[in-house]
């Protein structure tokens, strides 16, 4: 069974752009819920998406939003980028009903 | 709101245990999870264990809780230097559904031969 994937594996932004992840979940999982890794801040919950609604946010301005399909995919959208949005961002999959959390390999986002 | 502490660095020798502790808030907490992650990596569920467990045995790891000081443990025993990396510890509030999880900010686990 393939893992979660993000793509894509590394973008360079500039500030005041914007930027869209994606993530695909393995194949039968409903949740997708997203991080954000910095060194200072650690590991941040920013939300989760479940059967195409947003079931839990994290503490992050509205600049950062997702959505998700009806095949369970899932996109994150930062606007106005600013440097310290500079992260790697993961994504994890399970399967909504189970607390089991696999991750993907993650976006690294540099904003210059 | 829920917090969860490590401690930063460890480093052992090839073939010994390590024992990477962790402290949370959370008293709903209902699942704790150790991760980790390798460098350029996602983050990989090692196991977990449930809050009425007071430990758990998955091969070469063990997992203790003592729910009454909210301090949990990671033993690996005999330790390789394909173990080195950053460990993290996580909590699930059962308020969140278990999807929001709480991490420490990780160990680096450094074994040397």
């Known amino acids: 069974k393939a893992g979660v994937t993000q793509t894509p594996r590394y973008l360079i932004k500039t500030r005041g752009q914007q930027v869209t992840l994606s993530c695909s979940p393995i194949?039968?999982?409903?949740?997708v819920s997203w991080y954000q890794q910095t060194p200072g801040q650690g590991l941040q919950f920013l939300f989760e998406?479940?059967?195409?609604?947003?079931?839990n946010k994290g503490n992050f301005p509205g600049r950062f939003s997702g959505r998700q399909f009806s095949n369970s995919r899932s996109e994150m959208n930062v606007s106005t980028l600013e440097l310290g949005d500079s992260a790697l961002y993961l994504c994890?999959?399970?399967?909504?009903?189970?607390?089991?959390?696999?991750f993907g390999p993650g976006t690294r986002l540099t904003v210059l | 709101g829920e917090d969860v502490e490590q401690s930063l660095f460890l480093s052992v020798r090839e073939g010994d245990s390590s024992v990477i502790n962790c402290t949370y808030t959370?008293?709903?907490?209902?699942?704790l999870y150790w991760y980790k992650q390798e460098p350029g990596a996602g983050l990989q569920l090692l196991t977990y264990?449930?809050?009425?467990?007071d430990m758990k045995q998955d091969q070469r790891l063990t997992v203790l809780l003592n729910k009454k000081d909210k301090h949990l443990s990671l033993r690996i025993a005999d330790t390789q230097t394909g173990d080195s990396a950053i460990y993290f510890c996580?909590?699930?509030?059962?308020?969140?559904?278990?999807?929001?999880?709480?991490f420490g900010k990780g160990t680096m686990l450094l074994v040397s031969p």
């Open positions: 994890a999959s399970s399967l909504g009903s189970s607390h089991e959390q696999f």
């Open positions: 194949s039968g999982h409903r949740s």
């Open positions: 998406y479940f059967s195409e609604t947003q079931r």
């Open positions: 959370d008293s709903s907490s209902t699942y």
């Open positions: 264990i449930f809050s009425n467990m």
């Open positions: 996580a909590d699930a509030g059962m308020n969140s559904g278990y999807s929001t999880l709480t």
